[in-house]
């Protein structure tokens, strides 16, 4: 096992002293508290990478290499999801940036912090090498990220830097949380720096504590709810601390109020908590449906797509439930990308933090309640018993992915595992979530590629805890993101990718067949363009060749049980592992499918 903080050690570093611009970005994502910085080497940035090295030792912030800049992103992104605190990565030029873009949208849509250093120039002409440095140069880098970041800037001098470090830093960790991107030009890199230039203290730049509600909507939420006889909670992109869990439990259990959580977004509430109606999904399943069409009040807290979510309900009948809609997310909405979905409902709207929210409800509800609960400890939704053990299953048979799902739920007996991501086909039915940390949510904003370097990223974050980070992705997926693995190996970062692999783009084999069926053509075609096979991909034996442990295909479901606790041997002893499980081609609950 290989300490990821004691590689790549510089040597002749001696006792630099801050010199160079460069120095000073280096030196203030230091005081930012920024502990990492993937990247994909590139020379706009040359004096950045010396400071990082040859300044701070290549310690607070370390710098990890990574085989493309997709997943250098990617992989801030996971740890960010794993933390709720920021990662910083790098990007080369426009060019590096060009390819980053897709892991930074999917950090925008998952809305978490992170610093993407990026470089460009020399923006003085006269400094510029012939024709590289000209088409790595740009007026306005920013402009292709601005849509999908909170923040970008590209400062002129070291002071101005300082103060555009300050300010990220700020701006990504008060929420709403998303990246920011901060442009270095190559000249005021390789500058030399007034001697006496002070920094400014980050300590006397914080970002505010969580933003609570007006009492005054406190009040009338409160009253809605402790009224309420058929109360429902959405529960949306919340954050991980386990005190937040509690009290949402709590708030539960206080009104009695049916539970619904999403496959979108990470672990919220317990799914095996008996007023949790039903299995999370991509949409409401039945038992959640017909509770919230019972629901006299829906308290919305940051549900990602309420509009979305009540159309799959409602259909075009109204809304008759009163909605309490809590969610700050509307303070970054732009009209570039309509991540934010359709206009949320609020008869009593909270442009507030869902964490202080629930707190202030508790403490109001409980007064209005004399500290009595409204429930009466029944079930309030659908069973949270499994209904299908893995020993009931064939063990000779084809590997569903049901079968993959109740396989996964037998091996984390005595673990506590983290998902950093599943597939559409999870079976959700047959495995529980019981902690904040038992699944951080998916992709955001739908872009394959980014499974391998979020997983990596989380296992980054979680290499010194208890738990075991395991991603659940498809082949597809995989095999675009499939090189991060080498940064995997190479730092021995604690992860286990788990393919759920049906040799298909196989989503889009389902609205193949929707467009077929509408037309009243051939959905029996729906395979072409679509199938990963003839040949099919080695995914072990490609992860073996970037130095990763690797066994498959699995193909049986006698054998998935023993693969995965020989896989995970590797992965608790300190390194990655990579197994490739054949299943069957379909969903435990299929996605909604757009129609005509």
Known sequence: MTDVDGMDRPVNVGNPQMGWGSDVAAEMLRRMGIKYLSMNPGASYRGFHDSIVNYLGNSDPQMLLCLHEDHAVHIAQGYAKATDEPMGCILHSNVGLMHGMMGVFNAWCNRVPMVIMGATGPVDAPKRRPWIDWIHTMKDQGALVRNFVKYDDEPRSAQALAETMVRVNKTIRTAPMAPAYVCLDAGLQESAIDPDMKLPDVSRFLPPAPTPAAQSSIDAAADLL??????????????????????????????????????????????????????????????????????????????????????????????????????????????????????????????????????????????????????????????????????????????????????????????????????????????????????????????????????????????????????????????????????????????????SNNRSNFNDEIHQETVAKMRNRAPENRWIGQRIDDPEVDIAEYAAALGVKSAGPVTKVGELIPAIEAALKVVEAGGPYVLNVHVQKGYAVPPPAREA
Not at 390 to 411: H, K, P, R, W, Y
Not at 421 to 437: K, S
């Open 226 to 499: 402790v009224s309420a006889k058929n109360p429902v909670i959405m529960m949306g992109r919340l954050k991980r601390s386990k005190e937040d869990w509690d009290n949402r439990i709590k708030l539960a259990e206080m009104l009695g109020a049916g539970i619904v959580t999403d496959m979108k977004t990470g672990a919220s509430f317990p799914t095996d908590h008996l007023l949790h109606l039903a299995p999370p999904s991509n949409r409401p399943r039945e038992e959640a449906v017909v509770a919230m069409k019972a629901a006299d009040v829906i308290l919305d807290l940051n549900w990602v797509d309420l509009a979305g979510t009540f159309k799959l309900v409602f259909g075009r009948a109204d809304v008759n439930a009163k909605v309490i809609h809590v969610s700050v997310d509307s303070l970054i909405h732009n009209g570039w990308s309509s991540d934010h979905q359709g206009m949320p409902l609020g008869d009593v709207t909270m442009l507030a933090e869902p964490e202080p929210v629930t707190e202030q409800l508790l403490a109001a509800c409980e007064k209005r309640l004399a500290g009595k609960s409204k429930w009466d400890g029944k079930n309030k939704g659908r069973t949270s018993d499994i209904d299908t053990k893995f020993s009931d299953l064939n063990q000779d048979d084809e590997i569903s992915v049901e079968a993959l799902t109740l396989g996964m739920n037998e091996v984390r007996k005595g673990r506590n595992i983290t998902l950093t991501n599943v597939t559409i086909g999870w079976a959700a039915d047959g495995y529980h979530f019981t902690h904040p940390m038992d699944y951080l949510g998916n992709d955001g904003g739908g872009g394959l590629g980014s499974g391998t370097g979020t997983a990596i990223g989380a296992g980054l974050a979680l290499k010194d805890s208890d738990r075991t980070v395991i991603a659940v992705l498809g082949d597809g997926d995989t095999m675009q993101g499939s090189s991060a693995l080498w940064t995997a190996a190479h730092y021995s970062i604690p992860v286990l990718i788990l393919i």
